[in-house]
C-alpha cells in the first residue's frame, strides 16, 4: 500500500516565514488528489517537501510504510512532473525519459526499450529522437509524464501541470491526466490554485490557506458543503453568495429576507447565510422566503446568465438564471434558495446540527 | 543635399580609420612572405624562405609548444574550478557573496598585473615554482578565475534550478547532476571561458617572463622578443613570420568554438 501520510508537518523557511504549518494529511493508495489554494498558500512546498526537495522543519512524511522524512529525494521512490517541466534541453526526448533508469544503472538497451514502451503508451513514439525544444507544450508535458513514469515510482507528484498550457490544451490535458492516472492506478498529488481544476481532476481535494488545510474531502464535498468561509469563498466559479445575516423567531434574516434555516439554530445568534447563485430560483414575480431586489447587472456564461440582484440594504445576491429566462437590468426579481443548498456559517465555520447541538 | 554630404563625410571618415586599422593586419599578412620586409606594406617579392629560418630557429617551434602547454592547462583549471564555483555560488546562499565576488574580481587584476610581481617571484622561488610550467599555470589561472566565475555566474543563474531537482528527484548525486545536467546546459559558457583563458594565457607575457628562466620553456610570447639580428636591430623577416605563427591558432579557435557554439543559449521553455 502506498498511501502518503503526513503528520504534523511544518516548514520553515529562513528568515522566519512558516510555509507549511503543522499540517496533517493522509492520501489513500491510489487517489488522485489535489492541494489547491491561493498563491502563496504553501502548496507547492508542501508537495516538495514530501518530494524531498525541502526538508521538514518537524514532523514527519511517510511513503507506503516508509518513513520517508529523512530520505533524499532520490530515495523516496516518487516520480515528480515540475511546472517548466524541467526536459534536459540537451537530451533527446529518449534520453530524458530514460535518464531516471541511467540513474539506476540499467543498461543502454534496456533503458530505451523501457523509454520507448513508455513513449508509446503516451503517444510519443514519433518524437523520441526530438529534442524539447522541438516540442509543443502539451508534448513537453507528455514527455515530462513519461520520466516520471519510467521508472515506476509508487507516487506521482504533479507541481502545476496544467498552468504552462493554453485554454484549449489545457481541457485536452485535464481529461489525459484523469484517464491516465486512472488507468495506472499510481497515488498521484497534484498541486493546483485553480479550483475548477481540482475539482474536475481529484477524487479528493484538500483546500490549503495559509500552511494549513481547511477542508479535505471529494470534489462534491468541497463545493457542496464548504467547511468554512474561505473554502466557500475559494470553491466554484461564481462565487458564493455569503450574506451577513441573523437570526430571529427560528428565521434566518439576511438581506430582507426570512428564510428557514438550514440547521436548528438560536435566536439572536450572528452567522453568515450562504447558497450558490447556481442553487437560487430566479423569479419575475414575488415569492415567500426569497431574496428581493432590482437587478443590475445581468452576465452572459453561454448556457445560462449570472444575474446580480441589488436588494434593499444594498447587498448583491447573484443568481444563476437559465438561457431563455433573463431578466434585463432595472427589473424587479426575487430569488429563492433551493432546499438543502443552503449553509450558514457561524464564526467563519460551517454549522451542522451536531456541531450547534454540542455548542 | 546637406544629408548626402553629411553621408559621404562619415563613409569617408570611417573608410579612413578601417584603413588605419586594416594596416598592421595586411602587413602581418604580407611580411612573412616578404624577402626583405620593412615596417611598411609592399607588395612582397614572394618567399617562403623566413618560414625556413623560423623553423630552423631552435626556440621558435618549442615555444609555440610551449604556449599551448601554458593555456591548455590553465584553461582546464580555470573552466573545471570555475565552473564549480560559479554553480556553487548561484546555488548557495552565501552572505555576502556578491560582495565577495566583486572583490575577488578587483584583486584578481593585481594577481597578474606588475604590483604583484615581486611578491609573485618570491612565492614561486620559495614553492620551487620557478622556471616551471607548473608555477605559471597557478599565477595565471588565479588571476583569470575571479573572471571567469563572473562569467559562468550568468550561465548557472541562468539555468532552472528544477532542471537539477529533477535529476535529484530521479536520484542523481549532485555530481551526477553536474555532469549529466548543469555541464551540457552551460557548455556554451564552458567554452567562452574556455577560448578567453586561452586567449588571455597566450598573449599574456609578463608572468612566463617572470617565472621561466629557462628559454626552452618560454612560450612564443616571450620568445618574440628575441628575435633581434646581431646588430641589435629587430629581425623583421622572422618577427613577422612568427607572429602569423602566433596568431594562426587563436583566429581557428574563434572560428571554431563560434561556429560549433554561435554562443546561443538552448532552452526548452518560454519564460
Known amino acids: 500500500m502506498t498511501g502518503v501520510e503526513l503528520n504534523a508537518l511544518t516548514k520553515d523557511y529562513p528568515g522566519g516565514v512558516r510555509a507549511v504549518d503543522g499540517l496533517d494529511l493522509a492520501v489513500p493508495d491510489g487517489a488522485f488528489f489535489a492541494l489547491l489554494g491561493p498563491s502563496g498558500c504553501g502548496k507547492t512546498t508542501l508537495l516538495r517537501t514530501i518530494a524531498g526537495l525541502e526538508t521538514a522543519t518537524s514532523g514527519t512524511v511517510r511513503i507506503g510504510d516508509r518513513d520517508v522524512t529523512r530520505l533524499p529525494p532520490g530515495r523516496r521512490d516518487v516520480g515528480m512532473v515540475f511546472q517548466d517541466y524541467a526536459l534536459f534541453p540537451h537530451m533527446t526526448v529518449a534520453d530524458n525519459i530514460a535518464y531516471p533508469l541511467r540513474i539506476k544503472k540499467e543498461g543502454k538497451t534496456e533503458r530505451h526499450a523501457a523509454a520507448a514502451a513508455v513513449a508509446a503508451s503516451l503517444g510519443l513514439s514519433d518524437l523520441l529522437e526530438r529534442r524539447p525544444a522541438e516540442l509543443s507544450g502539451g508534448q513537453q508535458q507528455r514527455v515530462a509524464l513519461a520520466r516520471a513514469m519510467a521508472a515506476r515510482p509508487a507516487v506521482f507528484l504533479l507541481d502545476e501541470p496544467l498552468s504552462n498550457l493554453d485554454a484549449r490544451m489545457r481541457l485536452e490535458a485535464r481529461t489525459f491526466l484523469k484517464k491516465l492516472q486512472h488507468e495506472l492506478g499510481v497515488t498521484t498529488l497534484f498541486v493546483t490554485h485553480d479550483q475548477a481544476e481540482a475539482l474536475a481532476m481529484a477524487d479528493r481535494i484538500a483546500v490549503m490557506e495559509a500552511g494549513r488545510i481547511r477542508q479535505v474531502g471529494t470534489p462534491a ?24 445575516a441573523r437570526v430571529a423567531n427560528g428565521l434566518v434574516e439576511a438581506a430582507g429576507a426570512r428564510l428557514r434555516p438550514p440547521v436548528r439554530v438560536e435566536d439572536g445568534v450572528p452567522v453568515v447565510y450562504g447558497v450558490r447563485p447556481e442553487y437560487l430560483a430566479y423569479s419575475a414575480t414575488p415569492v415567500d422566503a426569497a431574496f428581493h431586489g432590482r437587478v443590475v447587472v445581468v452576465e452572459n456564461l453561454g448556457t445560462s446568465s449570472l444575474v446580480t440582484l441589488e436588494t434593499e440594504g444594498g447587498v448583491l445576491v447573484h443568481v444563476v438564471v437559465p438561457e431563455d429566462a433573463e431578466p434585463g437590468p432595472g427589473d424587479e426579481g426575487w430569488a429563492s434558495p433551493r432546499p438543502g443548498r443552503a449553509l450558514l456559517y457561524r464564526e467563519g465555520e460551517l454549522m451542522t446540527n451536531d456541531v450547534t447541538a454540542a455548542a | ?14 573608410s579612413l580609420v578601417l584603413a588605419f586599422f586594416a594596416l598592421p593586419m595586411l602587413w602581418l599578412a604580407s611580411a612573412p612572405f616578404n624577402a626583405n620586409p620593412r615596417i611598411q606594406v609592399s607588395l612582397p617579392s614572394f618567399t617562403l624562405d623566413n618560414f625556413r629560418v623560423l623553423l630552423d630557429d631552435p626556440y621558435a617551434l618549442k615555444s609555440l609548444e610551449n604556449s599551448v602547454i601554458l593555456a591548455a592547462g590553465t584553461a582546464a583549471i580555470v573552466v573545471v574550478f570555475a565552473a564549480l564555483a560559479a554553480y556553487a555560488l548561484s546555488r548557495v546562499r552565501l552572505p555576502g557573496r556578491d560582495v565577495l565576488l566583486y572583490l575577488l574580481l578587483l584583486l584578481s587584476s593585481i594577481i597578474t598585473g606588475t604590483a604583484a610581481m615581486v611578491p609573485i617571484f618570491l612565492l614561486a622561488t620559495q614553492l620551487h615554482l620557478v622556471d616551471s610550467h607548473l608555477g605559471v599555470v597557478l599565477v595565471l589561472s588565479g588571476g583569470l578565475l575571479p573572471t571567469a566565475i563572473f562569467l559562468l555566474k550568468d550561465f548557472t543563474d541562468a539555468t532552472p534550478a528544477s532542471y537539477e531537482e529533477a535529476a535529484r528527484v530521479f536520484g542523481a548525486s549532485p555530481l551526477q547532476t553536474l555532469r549529466h545536467v548543469v555541464v551540457p546546459v552551460i557548455r556554451p559558457g564552458l567554452a567562452m571561458v574556455g577560448i578567453w583563458t586561452v586567449a588571455q594565457v597566450w598573449g599574456d607575457f609578463l608572468m612566463p617572463f617572470l617565472l621561466l628562466r629557462d628559454p626552452d620553456k618560454a612560450p612564443a610570447s616571450v620568445i618574440m622578443y628575441t628575435f633581434y639580428t646581431e646588430g641589435g636591430q629587430p629581425d623583421l623577416a622572422l618577427i613577422s613570420t612568427f607572429s602569423l605563427l602566433y596568431s594562426v591558432p587563436v583566429v581557428l579557435m574563434y572560428l571554431l568554438v563560434s561556429r560549433r557554439y554561435g554562443f546561443r543559449f538552448h532552452g526548452g521553455i518560454k519564460r
Open chain 1, 221 to 244: 464535498e468541497v463545493f457542496r458543503r464548504p467547511a468554512n468561509l474561505f473554502v466557500a469563498s475559494f470553491i466554484g466559479s461564481t462565487p458564493m453568495n455569503l450574506v451577513d
Open chain 2, 1 to 14: 543635399m546637406r544629408t548626402a554630404l553629411r553621408r559621404i563625410a562619415a563613409t569617408t571618415f570611417v
